[in-house]
């Protein structure tokens, strides 16, 4: 499992059961606006710049060639072959379960523990994206080592760089919600205490439910400035609680200064759970799905439900299936 | 009720005002209604005639002068510019805005300080009149600028994605759901009612949104139609000649800004160019992610590393060490007329560090020596030099949210790291800290020509 594979796989896999109709409808239309690229070597995409104005040229060129690894990109262009007149992109989430910070696991690749993980997560991110921001038109892809969100809303497509930013912030709980509120004139009143967790809607209910996840995810060896050894060992002690929803007890067992520690904390780990140079990059290009992940001889590919989605039974390509001792 | 325009000048309103009294001619003549309304003005302060603007290029100058006293003056007193919160001065206050706006965007670029002194005056002003204003009124002037504003029943956080761009909001701070921002309290309670247990639903309501979250969108929306309009005038201006008398505005205004600039009274905290004290370099002084730049950075991050952080770290380290904390944007002409100390001591350590990355950034990259000036506020040139300047915006160090999204490898926080949020404050802090901690590197001797380095 998991082991690259070999041109002679490769064009096994491109001859025999790779079909360029499998292409998602999303990427087929307006194939020729977008920018393609490729890896021959197993060194980076450094074949950049292609186009291809129809399905089966770009069919052609997978046979013949057999890629080490094919990508496109997230950006329209009126003309891509020098990524001239950009027209919008699709506002992507990039979740490789090697790069999630918080892994129960603790390996030091990828195993089926942590990819089921990384598609946990995928599925909360989808939730807000869907409940909080309204998004629609969104695609999971698996990208044979983790998750690919990809969303072509078009109200979401225009956005830059910085808008973009804040809504990996959002979606991730990268920010502590504030905890002191005022109420309308009364400046100059104490102000209100009311934490994340005792506020059932909007983004302190999606911060609350990242930092559920986060820490009941913890393994122990994380590591965060603001929390100390002594603090992460309070925190895996009363862990159940934070699981019943017992927020409340469980603040006050951990004291109410290590609790905003342990916030900021998890909130900059947060930040991890999505890669977010991916996210505010425009012109960004992402593995082509159906296309193969020669590293780990898994196939990138569009997943339909992210619930039942088992990538070990659907992305594993024949010619694996068929090595010795598989 | 007052008169939409009074805080948004760019509303149809006044757009009409503009159409029908916009003439430019008679801009510096005494305008005695003006002059009139002025005095009656509530707590109007009226003992000296240099507080009482004549006419509408007089009022643009008080705006320009209130913002930067409000800002930078212990002295202020706001019975000075009483007049500025009067309702009825609206119309004369659009035309003033068109003015100065017009002034502005045809000699100066919208990023420029004088631009970014129109846009802010404009959000702050929004505000404090609407503080002004009865809590009745307050609401029925609020509704009725969003319901101008926001053509939809409900606003969508896509359509604000200007405002989230220029970072004028955050979308952490607005209740969101399904797409939409929600503001009006029975929208609030039939979207979230069933899920609030054990407190009164408007309760909730009034401490997550109430009336602060329209008003901050409507004050934010309204800088931002200032910065657009600001934008389409200096779009336009190359293609139309300008009026001589706007100009001479535009030239005040900019004067304005230099004399109010510096408060010896204020402790320090003088806004634009105040408070500027250029000195020598400490690099013991340095944050780790700035230390590992200056070591020599690898080709994934190097481009970034020494263009957008290192060179705007050191210029400003070197320059102008306070700017965030005096808000203000500044030319680095304002700290080194002559560039003296660009030219020979700031340049030369970015180069050096350039030439420290693996593969040397400028090897490769030669374009990149381009972009290093550029990033000092010179525009895309070889050297900095004056009659580029303004070119291009002198570039404040990005924050560390932004350094560790764009530039993870380098950020290797320490203790002094923790408490503050950019490059820069690590350096102002470190410096202190160095200071007191009994280390030998007096201020004193560190600012004279005493430097061993
Ligand atoms: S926390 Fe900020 S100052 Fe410290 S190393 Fe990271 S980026 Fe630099
Ligand atoms: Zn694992």
Redesign the pocket.
């Known amino acids: 499992m998991f082991e690259p594979s070999t041109l002679e796989e490769r064009r096994r896999y491109y001859r025999d059961e790779w079909n360029v109709n499998d292409l998602p409808d999303f990427i087929r239309k307006d194939l020729s606006k977008r920018e393609f690229g490729f890896d021959h070597l197993g060194r980076g995409p450094n074949d950049r710049y292609r186009v291809f104005k129809t399905p089966d040229m770009l069919k052609r060129f997978m046979r013949y060639r057999s890629p080490f690894a094919a990508y496109c990109s997230v950006a329209f262009y009126n003309k891509p072959r020098k990524r001239g007149e950009w027209l919008k992109s699709e506002l992507v989430f990039d979740v490789d379960a090697k790069d999630v910070p918080v892994r129960s696991c603790g390996c030091d690749s990828v195993c089926e523990i942590c990819l089921d993980e990384a598609r946990q997560i995928v599925a909360g991110l989808i939730d807000t994206l869907k409940q909080d921001l309204g998004l629609k038109n969104i695609h999971v892809i698996y990208s044979g080592r983790g998750y690919h969100i990809r969303i072509l809303d078009e109200t979401a497509m225009g956005l830059d760089s910085e808008g973009r930013s804040q809504v990996l912030k959002y979606v991730v709980g990268a920010e502590p919600p504030k905890n002191k509120y005022f109420m309308e004139d009364e400046s100059g009143q104490k102000p209100y205490e009311l934490e994340h967790f005792s506020i059932p809607l909007g983004y302190p209910a999606v911060f609350t439910k990242r930092i559920k996840y986060a820490i009941l995810h913890l393994n122990g060896t994380e590591k965060m400035e603001e929390v100390n050894p002594k603090l992460m060992k309070d925190v895996l002690k009363y862990r159940e609680m934070v699981q019943k929803d017992e927020w409340g007890l469980f603040k006050n067992k951990i004291g109410p200064i290590r609790y905003r520690n342990l916030v900021e904390g998890i909130s900059k780990l947060n930040m991890g759970l999505v890669d977010a140079k991916v996210s505010i990059d425009l012109k960004r290009i992402l593995r082509m799905p159906t296309s193969l992940h020669s590293k780990v001889s898994m196939r990138c590919m569009e997943v339909k439900n992210i619930e039942t989605f088992d990538p070990l039974k659907k992305a594993v390509p024949k010619f694996v299936s068929e090595r010795k001792g598989y | 009720m007052v008169l939409i325009s009074y805080l948004n000048p760019f509303s149809s309103e006044g757009e009409d005002i503009v159409r029908e009294k916009g003439s430019i001619e008679g801009i510096f003549e005494v305008n005695p209604e003006l002059l009139q309304l002025v005095r009656d003005s509530k707590s109007q302060n009226i003992s000296d005639d240099s507080y009482i603007p004549k006419n509408y290029a007089d009022l643009a100058l008080k705006r320009v002068e209130w913002y930067l006293r409000r800002k930078n003056d212990k002295k202020y007193n706001h019975n000075d510019y009483a007049f500025l919160i009067n309702p009825k001065i609206a119309k004369f206050d659009v035309i003033s805005i068109y003015t100065m706006a017009q002034a502005i965007g045809i000699k100066f670029n919208p990023k420029s300080r004088e631009g970014r002194l129109l846009v802010e005056s404009q959000g702050k002003l929004v505000e404090d009149r609407l503080e002004k204003l009865a809590p009745i009124e307050r609401k029925e002037v609020v509704n009725n600028l969003l319901n101008q504003m926001i053509t939809q029943d409900n606003i969508k956080w896509t359509s604000m994605s200007q405002l989230l761009g220029s970072k004028k909001i955050n979308l952490t701070d607005m209740i969101l759901d399904q797409g939409d921002v929600v503001l009006e309290k029975e929208d609030f309670l039939i979207r979230f009612e069933d899920k609030i247990e054990g407190r009164v639903p408007e309760k909730m309501y009034d401490l997550l949104i109430g009336e602060k979250i329209k008003e901050m969108i409507i004050s934010r929306m309204i800088m931002q139609k200032t910065e657009n309009y600001l934008q389409k005038v200096h779009e336009m201006a190359p293609k139309i000649e300008a009026h001589p008398t706007l100009l001479e505005i535009g030239e005040q205004i900019s004067e304005k800004i230099k004399e109010l600039s510096y408060f010896p009274g204020s402790g320090g905290s003088g806004g634009f160019g105040g408070d500027i004290k250029a000195t020598q370099l400490q690099p013991d002084a340095f ?3 700035i230390q590992k730049t200056i070591e020599g950075v690898g080709s994934g991050n190097r481009n970034d590393a020494i263009v957008l952080l290192l060179t705007s770290f050191l210029s400003y380290a070197r320059l102008y060490p306070s700017v965030f904390r005096n808000e203000g944007t500044s030319k680095i002409s304002d700290i080194d007329p002559d560039l003296q100390i660009t030219i020979n001591e700031i340049i030369p350590l970015i180069f050096e560090a350039a030439d420290n990355c693996n593969p040397p950034l400028f090897d490769d990259d030669p374009q990149e020596k381009l972009n290093v000036i550029a990033k000092l506020g010179f525009g895309v040139n070889k050297d900095p030099e004056l009659k580029h300047e303004g070119e291009s915006k002198w570039y404040t160090p990005m924050s ?1 949210d932004k ?2 999204i764009h530039l993870s490898s380098l ?3 320490d203790a002094t ?1 923790k408490k ?1 949020g950019n ?1 820069l404050s ?1 350096y102002n802090r470190k410096r202190w800290e160095l200071r007191n901690s009994g280390d030998k590197t007096p201020s004193k001797s560190s600012e004279s020509d005493s430097d061993k380095d």
């Open positions: 944050p780790p992610c560390c350094i560790k950020c290797k926080p790291c503050i490059p690590y």
